[in-house]
């Protein structure tokens, strides 16, 4: 169900963007140690240490999305199409080997995620999963290569146990096990009206045990929510 919130007399504006490249920052924890991606850059807090930008040679040197994922740091590398890894539980050593790109149809990565140990290598113009393969270690899912890229890398979210996200055809997709599935049909012509939908954020929020994902586009001054039912 997709319903209209609002008309924005204000556009909502969910957090300050902090990063050179528009995108907020986003964090990644093994339990001791808290690495963000602020600034294109990735900054370690640990309880031990001062707070300290990655500087390992081998690192990303510019970073928009950071996950923890079975005992490794990932990080993007804006404008490729490949994410690096950490060593193995080893926030400070990168190795310049320690990569892996999204293949199927190469297309330079705006964001990485993960849930349910998969790792969603999002682009503008296509998606694909991988997974911790106990090897390489990290491969790509077979039959995982999603046609659909994002519009707006902030509104990509989890809700009800399944991304939700803008795509590169500014449709709201939400993946069904990984085929998407649009869900934005009754609110379609306006938001291809929108001049823009770049500057698009969204979150989630449950009320009385409904599952709500709300996004915002404030370039138009409108925001919409969609209440999430499973099928």
Known sequence: VFKLLRENSNPIDITNDTLLTGVEPTFATDGKN????NGGRMLLYNNTDPTYYIDHPAAPVKVTHVLYHDYYFLANQVGTNYFAFSEVNNV???NGLNFAAAESD???LIGIKSAWREILLIGKKSTEVWYDDGSTPYARL???FI???CGAINTVQLIGGEWIWLDDQRQIIKLNGH????????YAKMI???KSVSDAKAWTMS????NFYIITFPSANYTLAYEYQLE
Do not use: Y
């Open 142 to 144: 077979e039959g995982a």
């Open 147 to 149: 046609e659909r890229g």
């Open 179 to 186: 085929t998407p599935v649009v869900v934005s049909t009754p």
């Open 207 to 210: 009320i009385a045990g409904r």
């Open 192 to 194: 291809q009206n929108f």
């Open 92 to 94: 400070t050593e990168w």
């Open 34 to 37: 808290l690495l963000m991606a």
């Open 106 to 108: 190469p297309d330079n």
